[in-house]
């Protein structure tokens, strides 16, 4: 009698790495005509020494010759490229599929019109408020105004199921119910994602971040609407699971960054993910000899990374499982150890941690491509 | 263009294997699982 | 259509197939699903569809019936015929 192998969980897989991504971000430019108060890029000024378009272009030839199967473009604001539409174009005539993140100020009928004819192609609109007082408080003057005009553009010429994406906040999440009747009325989907201390974020967390309370909210309105994409960013809600003994949130409560998934900015370098850009997650940088393939599969940070990783502080926990202890990125910027709790740990075995963390001593963002002098929408206070 | 966003769901099918004995293992070989694009934190 | 093992079939050309080494991923470019074939073999016979006159004819060149694994992969393909990773060939496309 001879047994069947058990194949191995799909999960643990993964997370050991796979040989090449199964998609990435791409930051394009840091150069935005926003200055949005949680950017995770900083940006707004371009970095002269950006990639060429040449260099893109290659980009795009190395991925597509990895199979890495299509590219979550952003910045910044990627359509102040010049060569944006030659990039894309190039990306999804080469197999490499593009979805692309925009504030929608430069998504005009025309553009609108040029995107729609695209194969391989989806657009997300970023919004972080119904109204713009919510909204413009965040992402500045007139950008609600500019993204429900670019979203009107994209279904005017019949793009269907493109995004809005949300960054949850203290301020916006009571009007979850009125983001999702926006998504339908457009035919687009919505997108909710976690807010994370990056960037400029790190800056603003403290006055946007969901409240305990809030979180409960989010991960029952979550599981009351399955068709609402997350991008699995609020997996450290699943320790909730443990007081309803209800179900998971959907998705396989993995971080995928330097497994299965991967950052490049602007000029190359490449990071375990858009949150962690910061000297101690650089991975290496494309231009290097042995382009993105070596550092995907050789750098030392990456193989770190899919190395199995113990649950540390939480062991004593019985929500570990679920929760997988949150998010490395959400960690590090509040100053937390990475092998213990979320500072979100919706039990609250961080808020000791947090208490004790002297004000100023968490690490910075490595770079600030803020425009000098860009007006942040409101004067937020900084809590010590 | 029309975009079809996968289901949330994983689709697994449970496979009946040659006679078992209580005393063996249990196994299940499941050759094909589908993970949503929305399911992995920075894959979406 | 359900999957039919009389039937001939091959990976669909709106997908692409990346080896892992575990297996493959497949992504199918239309509907945007990704999907994990776990093993080598699976992978190597989902290659050879289109080589048979049936997916039951390509399942018995690949699998010896005693380890009584057919089963196993006659699940696996209706599942990849779900999702479109394998299509039935039509005659005229033969």
């Known amino acids: 009698m001879s047994t069947i192998p058990k194949t191995p969980p799909l999960v643990e897989q993964l997370k050991g790495g796979l040989d090449a991504p199964i998609c990435l971000t791409w930051e394009l430019t840091y150069a935005c005509n926003l200055a949005c108060v949680h950017c995770l890029s900083s940006s707004g000024r371009r970095d002269p020494k950006e990639l060429s378009t040449a260099e893109a272009k290659d980009l795009v030839d190395q991925l597509a010759a990895?199979?890495?199967?299509?590219?979550?473009?952003?910045?910044?604001?990627?359509?102040?490229?010049?060569?944006?539409?030659?990039?894309?174009?190039?990306?999804?005539?080469?197999?490499?599929?593009?979805?692309?993140?925009?504030?929608?100020?430069?998504?005009?009928?025309?553009?609108?019109?040029?995107?729609?004819?695209?194969?391989?192609?989806?657009?997300?609109?970023?919004?972080?408020?119904?109204?713009?007082?919510?909204?413009?408080?965040?992402?500045?003057?007139?950008?609600?105004?500019?993204?429900?005009?670019?979203?009107?553009?994209?279904?005017?010429?019949?793009?269907?199921?493109?995004?809005?994406?949300?960054?949850?906040?203290?301020?916006n999440v009571d009007q979850l119910d009125e983001f999702k009747a926006l998504a339908d009325d457009h035919g687009a989907q919505l997108r909710i994602t976690r807010l994370r201390p990056s960037g400029r974020g790190v800056d603003s967390y403290h006055d946007l971040r969901l409240t305990n309370p809030q979180q409960r909210q989010v991960f029952h309105w979550i599981l009351d609407h399955p068709d609402v994409l997350t991008g699995d960013s609020f997996f450290h809600l699943n320790a909730l699971t443990t007081e309803t003994g209800g179900s998971n949130l959907p998705g396989l409560n993995m971080c995928g960054a330097g497994r299965v998934v991967c950052l490049i900015d602007p000029i190359g370098d490449v990071y375990a993910c858009p949150f962690v850009i910061h000297d101690e997650f650089l991975a290496g940088n494309v231009r290097d000899g042995g382009g993105f393939a070596s550092v995907w599969r050789e750098s030392t940070l990456f193989t770190?990374?899919?190395?199995?990783?113990?649950?540390?502080a939480c062991a004593s926990c019985g929500s570990y499982d679920a929760c997988q202890g949150g998010c490395m990125a959400t960690k590090f910027f509040t100053g937390l150890p990475l092998d213990g709790p979320d500072p979100d740990c919706i039990h609250g075995h961080a808020d000791e941690a947090l208490a004790g963390i002297a004000a100023g001593s968490a690490p910075r963002p490595s770079q600030d491509h803020s425009r000098p002098g860009a007006a942040v929408p409101v004067a937020l206070t900084r809590k010590s | 263009m029309t975009v079809t966003e996968p289901t949330t769901e994983q689709t697994t099918e449970a496979v009946e294997g040659q006679d078992q004995t209580t005393d063996e293992l249990v196994t299940d070989d499941v050759l094909v699982e589908e993970i949503s694009i929305d399911g992995m934190c920075g894959v979406y | 259509m359900p999957f039919d093992p009389a039937d001939r079939y091959r990976l669909s050309p709106r997908v692409g197939l990346r080896p892992e080494p575990f297996g493959a991923l497949a992504y199918h470019y239309d509907t945007r699903r990704l999907v994990f074939l776990k093993s080598n073999d699976l992978v190597d016979l989902v290659r050879s569809l289109e080589d048979h006159d049936s997916a039951a004819a390509a399942i018995d060149a690949l699998v010896d019936p005693s380890t009584g694994r057919r089963s196993t992969y006659l699940t696996a393909l209706a599942s990849l015929c779900e999702s479109g990773v394998v299509e039935p060939m039509l005659e005229s496309a033969a």
Do not use: W
């Open chain 1, 66 to 171: 990895l199979q890495v199967f299509y590219v979550n473009i952003g910045g910044g604001e990627p359509m102040l490229r010049k060569d944006f539409f030659e990039i894309v174009e190039h990306s999804v005539s080469n197999g490499v599929g593009v979805k692309f993140s925009t504030n929608g100020t430069y998504l005009d009928r025309a553009a609108a019109e040029r995107l729609v004819e695209l194969p391989y192609l989806d657009v997300q609109i970023s919004l972080d408020g119904m109204t713009p007082e919510v909204n413009d408080a965040v992402r500045g003057a007139g950008s609600h105004a500019k993204a429900l005009e670019a979203m009107g553009h994209l279904r005017d010429v019949g793009f269907e199921d493109f995004k809005i994406s949300i960054v949850c906040t203290r301020h």
């Open chain 1, 304 to 312: 770190e990374l899919r190395e199995p990783t113990s649950a540390g």
